[in-house]
């Protein structure tokens, strides 16, 4: 066969080419439409299931967080939050702040022309380094910023271990 027959041979050429190529190209864009639906679907299934199972996000609370050869600090901004409704728990390598901002005694929300701040709970969870010491942390709070102060443990030199002959 020349090479110029080569052209003109083959399922692409013909007749009934185009037709051919024009069910391929249709049945590829109903595949995608469908692919799209089933993803949208799972989307908005998975979206109902987390509202569902988990109760609605008040707000999350801004941080900083920075470190030092010493320690990690935390700042946390939670205006309007006493003391008395902040909870902090260190276990393990989590360290769990929550707490939560309340309308003040008399108020409700109904009562409100306009609301911009928020109001309920809160719940941040951070994972810390394993060289935290989880008995010397320590928290202040002031002009609405809560400080957490996570010591670190003092790094110990290379121990150089000497090899004998057996």
């Known amino acids: ?13 013909g007749v009934g080419a185009p037709i051919y190529f024009e069910a391929v190209r249709q049945a590829m864009q109903q595949a995608q439409r469908q692919a799209q639906q089933q993803a949208q679907h799972a989307a908005q299934h998975a979206a109902q299931q987390q509202a569902a199972s988990s ?68 719940k941040r969870v951070f994972r810390v380094p394993t060289n935290v010491q989880a008995d010397a942390v320590t928290a202040n709070y002031a002009n609405g910023v809560l400080s957490i102060t996570l010591s670190k443990k003092p790094e110990s030199p290379p121990k150089t271990i000497p090899v004998t002959r057996a």
């Open 1 to 13: 066969m020349t090479r110029g027959m080569a052209g003109r041979c083959g399922p692409w050429r």
């Open 55 to 122: 109760p609605p996000a008040s707000f999350v609370p801004p941080v900083d967080i920075y470190e030092d050869a010493q320690s990690i600090v935390l700042h946390l901004e939670v205006p309007g939050i006493s003391e008395a409704d902040i909870k902090i728990q260190m276990e393990a390598t989590t360290l769990e702040v929550s707490g939560e901002r309340k309308l003040a005694q008399g108020q409700n929300r109904e009562s409100f022309r306009r609301m911009e701040r928020t109001y309920g709970s809160f």
